[in-house]
């Protein structure tokens, strides 16, 4: 994982710190509207998120059976607390191969929020074939990350630059990312007015664990240039 940990962005691994600074940059506005928009999973469906930080996501969700991954202790602990009235189950620790083999073919939805650009190539690649051990054959995958666009406003591109993350990537950059593991995946850029700032929203589906049927699929499609929205 490539980020940086040191001087002021140390603070961030204190939950507090980090929900203050997602607070400032509307963080609870722009989880309301990724549930709405892009998630929307029906009750009782089962859910997945990589890096899910405090779990803060799974208040937006509604009766689902969550289960969260974080390598943060202290977040873990928090979202613990904050969701103990819910159906969610957070464990500590990066999703790796002894995690995918837990749960085979288990869930509808994965959501991949804010990690892919803290991880190189090989590493989001891996990450990809193991998702597509646990995604349901009708299942999605949603990803969300800050993206490096031509013409962005400028402030958007100060501040992600600024991010922990050092792999943050263009569109075509994030698109590479899931194949051969889906062999249907599109996205779109959507810029945030006001704290100004830009993401790359991708979903994929038709999961492959085999990555040579992937390759060969006669449904592949790879449409991830669909457009650019705006948020107020």
């Not at 928009?37 to 859910?47: F, T």
């Not at 085999?210 to 592949?220: G, I, K, L, R």
């Amino acid at each position: 994982m490539a980020e940086r940990r040191q001087g002021p962005w140390a603070l961030l691994a204190r939950p507090w710190v980090y929900e203050a600074l997602q607070d400032v940059l509307g963080a609870e506005r722009g989880r309301r509207r990724f549930s709405t928009e892009d998630l929307h999973p029906l009750p009782g469906q089962s859910v997945l998120d990589i890096g899910c930080g405090t779990a803060a996501l799974a208040r937006y969700l509604g009766p689902v059976r969550y289960v969260g991954y974080e390598p943060n202790a202290a977040y873990v602990e928090r979202g613990r607390r904050e969701n103990a009235d819910r159906d969610v189950t957070l464990r500590t620790g990066y999703f790796d191969a002894a995690a995918a083999a837990e749960f085979p073919l288990a869930f509808d939805l994965v959501v991949v929020s804010a990690v892919l650009h803290h991880m190189n190539d090989a590493e989001a690649g891996d990450l990809f074939r193991l998702l597509a051990q646990v995604v349901k054959p009708e299942g999605r995958v949603v990803t969300l990350d800050n993206v490096l666009v031509p013409r962005q406003n400028p402030i958007a591109r100060v501040l992600i630059n600024l991010d922990r993350g050092r792999n943050v990537r263009s569109p075509a950059g994030y698109a590479r990312l899931p194949y051969p593991w889906f062999a249907d995946c599109r996205g779109r850029v959507l810029h945030q007015g006001w704290i100004p700032y830009t993401f790359w929203i991708m979903e994929c589906r038709l999961p492959a664990p085999d990555a040579a049927v992937a390759a060969a699929s006669p449904h592949a499609r790879q449409d991830f240039f669909g457009g650019s929205d705006s948020s107020a």
